[in-house]
């Protein structure tokens, strides 16, 4: 059986796409906190002994350290014949979104939030150039979210356990309330939630928080 120890930090939306798929594949990984917010991973000896990108998260697969989420989600995905493809028109979908995600959706709600909530003084200009992208790229999932179930159609894959994971933190965090704004993306939301097994964020990763300087 494989031995998962997951290296993360509990707002870390990355960590949680690993932590997920992993729950929802019946898999137990030991949790690492790290201290992300102390700057251990800025660290030359953090970066020569366990990620050379200087990113969370980390997953060691029989002590194996493998880094960026998407393809660790398409790796487990294969291990564990779910949320993968069936075709290659699949295959094409689920990496067009992932792709998408890594570079656009995630990229920017990950880095608006975080400059938003857990910074002290974030600088307004910044935020407001990061919540013009993020508007636009929640319009574009929302849009294609109206005529469909899940990302690439009637069943979940990992383009939406990736896609959803900044997106099911709570909404003061980002300061969004996607009930009200994007409401496919809440009926995909929920439809996720109601997987057996899910679990939201900060019950699968635990540990001292960062301060957040937002009010709940
Ligand atoms: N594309 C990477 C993104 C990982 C990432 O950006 N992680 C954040 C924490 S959630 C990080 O370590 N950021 C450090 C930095 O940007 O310097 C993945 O999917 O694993």
Request: net charge neutral; proline share 7%; hydrophobic share 40%.
């Amino acid at each position: 059986m494989t031995q998962y120890r997951l290296h993360y930090f509990p707002e870390s939306g990355n960590s949680y796409k690993l932590a997920l798929m992993l729950t929802l594949c019946g898999q137990s990984f030991d949790p690492v906190w790290t201290d992300f917010g102390g700057g251990v991973t800025r660290t030359p000896q953090w970066r020569a002994t366990v990620n050379v990108m200087g990113e969370i998260p980390v997953l060691e697969d029989n002590g194996e350290k493998l880094t960026q989420t998407a393809p660790i989600l398409l790796k487990l995905a294969q291990r564990y014949g779910r949320f993968g493809e069936t075709s290659e028109a699949e295959r094409f979908e689920i990496l067009r979104w992932l792709f998408w995600d890594n570079h656009k959706l995630t990229g920017y709600v990950a880095s608006y939030r975080y400059s938003r909530a857990f910074t002290s003084s974030p600088d307004p200009t910044v935020l407001a150039h990061f919540k013009r992208r993020i508007d636009d790229f929640l319009g574009i999932l929302d849009n294609h979210l109206r005529d469909r179930p899940f990302a690439i159609g009637d069943r979940p894959s990992i383009a939406d356990i990736s896609m959803m994971a900044y997106l099911s933190f709570p909404g003061h965090e980002a300061g969004l309330d996607l009930p009200a704004s994007h409401p496919a993306i809440a009926a995909w939301l929920g439809r996720m939630a109601a997987l057996p097994g899910w679990k939201a964020p900060y019950d699968l990763l635990p540990g001292k928080r960062l301060h957040c300087y937002v009010p709940a």
